[in-house]
């Protein structure tokens, strides 16, 4: 497949793996983490956002809409994710511009051409591009056809993965990355689906197989209030990595940056009064991980 749904790229990223890196958002996530940041990703489709501050409340968008997915209720403006089909001719019927979409298609080329603009500032800094989301996997026969194109360049080329996927997907797409920024989002299978919709056994097993095959791996845990961030689950991510053989984690705090676009998506944001974690509160958690002789750091 020669397209692929991406809701944005981003140039001059530099967390998002060594160096500079330009880094393309891909659209669709088989997890639904209540404290996702970038909750546009997650449908796998193209998606209407509403802005209230922009809206005027003419209504015209609503006929504008033939598949009948448009409407007012109590003051504001709904649509119906189920009759939404992405055709975006909404758009042009509203004159404030509060209806924009978020996704498209790109090809291959398109992308390729774009990520070339900045190769020189990816040489200079070893840098690359990184695949993000939402999660790349979901499309990958894009993957097949978008890595080679983007190694003919000598580019380095990072995954940012939830690490879900069918074990033929990811040992089939995988190596193709020169380096997987893999979650663990917790140690726990329960807990881990409790928050995220999904168990966790399959994302281990292919962090396992990715391990076992040498493939160049940086474990990133998202460190989230009540969910994952006592000191016990320190210990126990400690006895899963070591169990692993992992010697490396990177620490991600909890911020509230997706805060913005849940209003946007019309939906209700689970963190909205939940405090944002700094490195200065994980000193004793990141200091488990040191004392067990694994480089823990942000
Ligand atoms: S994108 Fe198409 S189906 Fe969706 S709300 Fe707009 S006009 Fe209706
Ligand atoms: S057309 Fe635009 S400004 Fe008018 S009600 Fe619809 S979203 Fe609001």
Same mark, same amino acid.
């Given at each position: 497949? =020669? ?29 639904? @983490?209540?404290? @996702? ?22 209504? +015209? ?22 009759? @939404?089909?992405?055709?975006?001719? @909404? ?29 020189? &500032?990816?040489?200079?800094?070893? %840098? %690359?591009?990184?695949?993000? %989301? %939402? ?10 056809? *978008? ?6 360049? =000598? ?9 879900? /996927?069918?074990?033929?997907? &990811?040992? +089939?797409?995988?190596?193709? &990355?020169?380096? *997987? ?6 140690? =726990? ?16 097993? #292919? ?5 076992? #095959? ?37 620490? *991600?705090? &909890? ?6 676009? $849940? ?6 944001? /689970? $963190?909205?009064?939940? +405090? ?7 000193? =004793? $958690? ?5 004392? #067990? ?6």
């Amino acid at each position: 497949m =020669d397209q692929g749904l991406i809701f944005n790229i981003q140039k001059f990223s530099i967390h998002d793996g060594p160096g500079i890196r330009t880094t393309v958002f891909f659209k669709g996530c088989p997890l639904h @983490c209540r404290w @996702c940041a970038n909750p546009e990703s997650q449908s796998g489709k193209i998606v209407i956002l509403w802005d209230a501050k922009k809206c005027s409340g003419c209504k +015209k968008c609503i006929p504008g809409c033939k598949k009948g997915a448009i409407s007012f209720q109590e003051g504001r403006i709904v649509i119906d994710r189920n009759k @939404c089909d992405g055709c975006q001719e @909404c758009l042009a019927f509203c004159p404030q511009h509060a209806l924009t979409r978020e996704g498209e298609s790109r090809s291959v080329a398109d992308i390729v051409a774009l990520c070339l603009q900045d190769k020189d &500032f990816y040489e200079e800094s070893n %840098g %690359g591009v990184t695949l993000s %989301g %939402g999660e790349a996997l979901l499309q990958p026969a894009f993957l097949e056809k *978008l890595l080679p194109a983007l190694k003919a360049h =000598d580019i380095h080329v990072a995954l940012e993965t939830t690490g879900f /996927a069918s074990a033929a997907t &990811f040992q +089939k797409i995988a190596p193709l &990355f020169d380096l *997987l920024l893999f979650d663990v989002k917790h140690h =726990d299978s329960i807990k881990h689906r409790e928050m995220t919709g999904v168990t966790n056994e399959q994302i281990l097993a #292919n962090l396992l197989w990715a391990c076992k #095959n040498g493939l160049e791996i940086l474990p990133r845990i998202p460190v989230i209030p009540d969910f994952n961030n006592s000191l016990d689950d320190a210990r126990s991510f400690v006895a899963l990595f070591r169990k692993l053989n992992i010697f490396q984690v990177q620490l *991600l705090p &909890f911020h509230q940056f997706g805060q913005g676009k $849940y209003d946007l998506l019309n939906r209700k944001y /689970a $963190y909205g009064n939940i +405090k944002a974690l700094y490195k200065e509160d994980l000193k =004793d $958690y990141q200091e488990i991980f040191i004392q #067990n002789g694994i480089d823990c750091f942000f």
